[in-house]
Structures are given as C-alpha cells and as structure tokens.
C-alpha cells in the first residue's frame, strides 16, 4: 500500500462515515476513451501480504509502473484461496485500470468445484509472469528419494500421512494414490510455514510443497515435479505431467476483466514484457525466490490454459 | 557470539540507522494509537516504503514499527478505554481503572516501562537460544497444539466475566464464530449463504474493535448522556501530579511480575501462531493467582499493566525465533517481515543465521537499540496523551467512533468489514450487560480457527485413535492442566 492509497483510504473511510451501515457499496469509476493508461492502475493481489506472489507483485509494479508511465497502486485482497480478489477484479470496469496478478490455481479451481461469481471465461489472460515451482517433497533423510520408491514404500503396509496446503494439492495426490492403489491420508496445513515445521518434526511422511522447499537444500529432498515440466532446481527429477499426464496450474498471471479492449492488452503486455526484463525483479524472482521468469504472451498462454483446463477436469471428475 | 554481537553494533550504531529506528518506532506509536490499527497494519503500510532504504536501515525500521505499534495500543485502551485488539483489552482491565483514578499519565509509564523491559527480556531471549528453542518448538504437533488450546480455554474462562461457566460458554461462542467459513480440510462453504466475503470467515480486526472498543465507547457516550459529565470525570481530566509521578525503586517493585510476565510472553511467543493476546491474558491471569490481593485487579492494581505488558511486547522479540531458526514466522507481522527481508536480499530459512550472520547480529543489536529509542520517544508520547486525558469524553468519544470505523476500513478497505464491526459493536453491548465476557468472545474467535485445524489434522495424523495422547507428554501435562483448572472452577463456583 503506497502513501497515497493510505491517504485515500482514509479519506474516504472518513466519507464514508455516515453510510457506514450500508455494507456492500463499491464505487464504480466512469468509463473514459483516450490513451491507456489515463490514471494510476490497480494491481490486485488476492494473497495475504508478506507471502512470496505478494513480494513478487511489489517489485514487479515498480517496474510495470515505469513502463507503463503510470503508478501501479498494488492492492492485497487476500481470502478464500484467492477468490475474493479475482472476484472483484471479475467485476471491475473492463478498462484496464484494474488488473489481476495471481496463480492460475485461483482463477480456476474455484470456479470447477465451488459456487463463486466467476468463471473460466471473466478473465483475459494477459501475460505470464513466473511459474511455482510445486513439488512433492521428503525429509533429506527418507528412505526413499523418488515418487516411485515412496509408492513401493507404502505398499509395505501402513498408511501414510502427507501435508497438503489446498483442496486442490491433496486431490492430486489422491490422484496419484488412487492410480497406484495406496493409501495416504491428507493432513491439510496452511501454507508452507506450517508444512515445514509438520515434515521437520517428523508429524509427516512427505508434503505438498509450493517451493517453499527451495528454501531448505540440505533438509528436504524433490521426490516429484507437480508441474508439467520439470522444474529449474531439480532437472533430473520428472515431473508428474511425465508420469500420469496430469499437471497442476503453475503459472503466475496478470489478467484483466473480460471485455477488455483488444489495444489495452497489447498495451499492456508489451510493458509486461519489457518489465520482466528488469534487474531488480529478476533478481528477486531467480536469486532469492528461486523461480523463473517466464514471459509468455496472451496467445501462447491461453493455449497452456486450456490444456491445464483439460487436466484440471479429469482430476476434478476422479476426486470431487 | 559476543564479538558478533559487537560488530552488529558497529554496522548498526549510524546516525541515519538510528534516525530510521526513531521514525520507525514513532510512527509505530502513532499508528497503534488508533483503535484497531496495531503494529500488523503499521508493517503493512511502511514495507513499501523500505523498498527505497539499505537493507539494515530499512529492517532496522520495520523492528522499530513492530516494536512502537504492540506499545502503542495501551494508550487508548488506558485513556479511553477503547481497546482495538484482546490484548490491550488486557491492559484496559486495569489501565483504564487507574486512568478514571487520575492516574492516567502512571498507567502509560507502567505500560511502557514493563512494555520495554518484556522487548528487551525477549531481545535477549532471542539472541542467546534461537537455534536450541527452535528444536522445542518442532516438538509440538497438532495434538500438542489441541492440548495447549484447550488449556488456554480454560484458564480465560476463569479471568474474565462473573463465572467460569459464563466465560466457557462465550469462549465457544467465539470458537463457534470462526467455523464460518471454508472449511479447512474440505474447502466447502460453512454458513456463508453464498457470500464470497464470508469464505475466509468473519473478519477479525472488525470483530475486535467492534465488541471491545467500539461496545466501551457507545456505553461510555450512553452513560455520558444520562449523567453528564460526573465528579469522576473531572478529577480524571484533572489529574494528580503528585501521584502520577513513577519513581524507578516503585516501578521495581514490581520485579518478579515482570521477570514472570516476560518469561510466559517469551515461551508463547516462541510457538508459532500462539500470539499476543493469549501471552497477555496468561499472564494477567498468572499475576493474579500469585497476588497476595487478587481482588484488587480490575480495580486499577498496576501490576495488571505490567503483567500484560511486559508479556505482549515479550512476544515480539521470541516471534523472530522460530523465523530466524527455521524461516517459519511467528504471526503476521513477522510474515510480513520475511517479505521485507526477501526484498532486501536476504532468503528466510534455516541457513539464515550462517548466509546472512552479518546482518542478523545488526539487527539484533538494532532491536536492542530501538528498545531505548522505545523508551525515550514513548516517554515523550506520554506527555502528549496525557493531553488527551484532560479532553472531555463528550468530545473525544465521538472521534474515537469514527478513528474505529477508519481502523476497520483502512487495511482492507471494505464496506462489508465495517458492517461486521457495527453489528458486533451490538453484540459486544448485550454481552456487557449480561456479564458474558466479550474479551472471551474474541479471543475464542481469534484461536478458533487454529483450535479446529488442530483438532482436526490430529483426528486425521491419529486415524482418530485416542491413545494417541498418550504417547506425547507435552499433550498430557497440558490436559492435566486442564482438567485441574475447570474441576477447582466449578468447586469454587
């Protein structure tokens, strides 16, 4: 939250004073026609602050924002997984002014297995950003280093337990167990600051991990690649898009409402484009987050979607 | 360890790391002054602007925020007794007694004395045992957890509100309240009749403010205007210069609530997720048992203050340890930490200490040093709150209403957030008036959510095998505890 949202916040909670009671109220801004961008663009980020999508979108507005020859006002509007931002983003003004910036996971889970005010067709996908580096991960010193060498471990009888931080992370893995005929049982945890201490203390067999595991060389071991490449920090362990033809959704997005005007996006993703390339976002990115920076652009990356959609579906019929 | 110590110091003693620490905690204080803005919106707000400072400058900064904004709460909870969080609703238990007394200006100088030495009791905590306690701490599982939960349960329900079974009930309650939501292990809708807003539950911040802070308010303006302005009021405004005065031998007297208060804020604060609130409420509940007069807390005993203060700001310093020791934060504040230090360069996790050993050691010895930059500017704020003691109530309640409403929107800038807080500003008033304590409500609500995931992934772990418990300890002595509290309760009761 820059100075000036914190002014204008308060400002406007001042305002807002006597209709407090009315809940429910969103101003709409009006319409405009000229040049995008007219006014400082909002970046919401449906995650909590302080976590690693929301330090990414930080940066990430800085450079955005001189591209674009406008503040990026980055906006936190955690809740539900995600949902809450990208159902407010879905029902912003179409007029690129305000943009989402968040993992495809949000934008299309919920829509396939809850009732929320979106679906997979309120957004246009701007550009790719990143990706998550999701894996299955084991305590360095588990008897077992591959996904196949836990599967045959678990035959040996005895149910195993796992961390999951979602519905969607513990409905691949059931995937998984329900192809190999194992048996494991989902303790969900919140994210990975909870999923660390559950596998370093022993309280799990292996975890989901969303690449918190980066963090911890030495400590925990890549069994499996949830993505459907392999990824950057363990090239030599497959992935499960590899072994089952399933991938979880990966990919870090910036997506507009539909509607959008065909100029505004190609506006806008050029000035993506170019701001990937920035030093400090890369660095942050590659160096500390240990992720790639993956541009894709607006075609290409609907093509990917549409083939995680396809994945998603299958997953989501054998589990839900 | 020391010769590190020493040159963090070095890299830490500058003029401009200093002029950040004082900005960073003055900023702290005037942001957790506001009810319902503590030191997790005032992180929120400044991580932006570090994005422009050194690194050590810029950590420097956000621990003087985090420092400033857990202290600055005490002041309207003991002026006004506007509480925006549980645990400064601790320190209005005898804050604002004192303050109605005259004594104002003496309950903020216990609050920052005891607030400054807990940071500092803690600060050294953190230094010497991160690594071993750390160890502790991946120790305790959900069951563990559970157990530790159900023993805090108990022992609130006995602190506040006229009976055990009185404060039990709202407990739940506020238990029940969190179970809005999406359901932590099905991710299916509990009682949110298709509300997007409801899925991450009902928020707390609007919750807090609305039944403590908001609830004392509106009776305070209720009993204002049936009464005017009472002899009470005006020796309050007036004060007592004579008896405002806290001389140090006084403030050490009171030596081992503070030694207890710090020990039990530290031991919380090293278990993740635990937090302020229930560091404070052990805390005061602890004092009380040990006082030779336990009937004379809640009347304006400053040993509540200190009990609570000393423990709340303990928290802040053995937060950091399970961050600097395992890169797992704490609480929210010390997340929003983690993202500062990632910005700055520095990868949070277990290889911290031995990467980045330079910068850690500085700021150790900047939170060290902010906790008497703490001191000295906090002194200077009494001063100036003190001012605000002599306002009558008739003019600075209303503002008071409308800084609430702000503290709700501001970081989350929803209108649904500010119906919660008037609706709950309602529930909080009912409750007062039929002696069900509204702080057990909230800290039910708060440690809810934790309370049924731990549950929950324990029934799961377990295969919901109830000998389970038997083979932890911790969980044992921890339900033992329990057990012990609620039978001797409701003998008594």
């Not at chain 1, 968040?102 to 934008?107: E, G, H, K, M, Q």
């Not at chain 2, 609570?308 to 340890?321: K, M, Q, R």
Request: some cysteine.
């Amino acid at each position: 939250m820059s100075h000036s949202t914190t002014r204008r916040g308060l400002l406007a909670g001042l305002a807002l004073t006597v209709a407090a009671a009315t809940a429910g109220l969103t101003a709409s801004e009006p319409a405009f026609a000229g040049a995008y961008p007219a006014k400082p663009v909002t970046l919401v980020v449906p995650y909590r602050a302080g976590g690693s999508t929301e330090t990414m979108a930080r940066v990430f507005a800085k450079a955005l924002g001189a591209e674009l020859g406008q503040p990026i006002v980055v906006r936190t509007r955690p809740g539900a997984g995600g949902a809450v931002g990208a159902t407010e983003v879905a029902a912003a003004a179409p007029d690129g002014h305000t943009i989402l910036f968040a993992a495809t996971a949000s934008l299309l889970w919920p829509p396939l297995t809850q009732k929320v005010e979106y679906d997979l067709n309120s957004f246009i996908y701007v550009a790719q950003i990143t990706e998550y580096q999701q894996a299955i991960v084991a305590k360095a010193d588990a008897p077992y280093d591959t996904l196949a060498g836990l599967i045959a471990h678990s035959k040996q009888g005895g149910g195993l337990n796992y961390a999951d931080q979602s519905a969607m992370s513990r409905a691949y893995i059931d995937f998984i167990a329900a192809k190999e005929g194992v048996e494991w049982t989902g303790i969900p945890t919140k994210g990975g600051g909870e999923m660390v201490p559950f596998l370093l203390g022993g309280k799990v067999d292996f975890a989901w991990s969303g690449g918190i595991h980066n963090r911890y060389a030495g400590k925990m071991k890549v069994l499996a690649s949830m993505n459907s490449g392999r990824l950057i920090a363990s090239p030599d362990t497959p992935s499960i898009g590899e072994t089952y033809g399933i991938a979880m959704p990966s990919q870090a997005v910036i997506v507009a409402p539909a509607g959008t005007p065909r100029d505004v996006v190609d506006t806008l993703q050029a000035a993506i484009e170019t701001a990937t390339r920035d030093a400090d976002f890369a660095d942050l990115v590659e160096n500390k987050l240990k992720f790639p920076v993956k541009f894709v652009g607006a075609t290409a990356l609907q093509a990917d979607i549409d083939q995680t959609v396809t994945g998603l579906r299958k997953v989501v019929e054998q589990t839900q | 360890m020391l010769e590190q110590l020493l040159t963090g110091f070095d890299a830490a003693l500058t003029f401009g790391n200093l002029a950040f620490i004082a900005a960073g905690v003055a900023l702290g204080i005037v942001i957790g002054v506001i009810p319902g803005l503590g030191s997790v919106t005032a992180l929120a707000v400044l991580v932006p602007v570090t994005f422009y400072m050194q690194p050590l400058a810029a950590i420097a900064f956000l621990v003087g925020v985090n420092k400033g904004g857990t202290s600055g709460g005490a002041v309207p909870a003991i002026l006004l007794n506007a509480p925006g969080t549980p645990e400064a609703a601790a320190t209005a238990l005898d804050g604002h007694p004192l303050a109605r007394k005259g004594q104002a200006e003496k309950a903020m100088k216990f609050a920052l004395f005891s607030s400054v030495t807990g940071d500092t009791f803690s600060d050294i905590v953190l230094i010497l045992v991160a690594a071993p306690f750390a160890v502790v701490a991946l120790q305790f599982g959900p069951l563990e957890f559970t157990a530790v939960l159900l023993f805090a349960f108990a022992l609130l329900s006995g602190l506040a509100g006229s009976s055990p079974l009185k404060g039990l009930t709202a407990i739940f309650l506020g238990v029940f309240l969190s179970t809005i939501g999406l359901d932590p292990i099905d991710s299916t809708t509990r009682m949110t009749f298709g509300q997007v807003q409801l899925f991450d539950g009902l928020p707390l911040a609007a919750i807090a403010i609305g039944a403590l802070a908001l609830a004392s308010v509106t009776e305070q303006l209720f009993g204002l205007w049936r009464e005017g302005e009472t002899a009470t009021d005006r020796a309050a405004a007036r004060g007592d210069r004579a008896a405002n005065r806290l001389p140090f031998r006084t403030f050490f007297g009171y030596r081992k609530t503070l030694l207890r208060s710090a020990f039990l804020g530290s031991v919380v604060g090293m278990l993740p997720g635990l937090g302020v609130s229930l560091a404070a409420f052990l805390s005061y509940g602890a004092a009380r048992r040990a006082s030779s007069d336990p009937d004379s807390f809640g009347r304006g005993n400053p040993e509540g203050i200190v009990a609570t203060e000393a423990a709340n700001s303990a928290v802040v310093g053995a937060n950091l340890v399970p961050t600097i020791a395992l890169g797992i934060p704490g609480n929210i504040a010390a997340a929003l930490l983690i993202g500062a230090f990632m910005i700055h360069g520095v990868v949070p996790g277990p290889f911290m200490m031995t990467m980045h050993g330079e910068l850690i050691y500085a700021l150790f010895a900047s939170m060290l040093i902010a906790n008497v930059v703490h001191l000295a500017i906090g002194t200077v704020g009494i001063r100036l709150w003190a001012h605000v003691a002599r306002v009558p109530r008739g003019v600075i309640l209303p503002l008071v209403i409308v800084l609430c409403i702000a503290g709700v929107y501001l970081p989350t800038q929803s209108m649904f957030d500010i119906g919660v807080m008037l609706a709950f500003a309602g529930v909080g008033l009912v409750m007062r008036r039929t002696g069900f304590s509204v702080v057990c409500l909230v800290i039910g609500f708060l440690l809810g959510g934790m309370f049924e995931t731990s549950l929950r992934q324990a029934l799961l772990l377990y295969k919901s095998n109830m000998t389970a418990v038997l083979q932890s300890p911790i969980a044992l002595i921890f339900l033992a505890l329990t057990l012990f509290i609620l039978v001797r309760a409701f003998r008594r009761g």
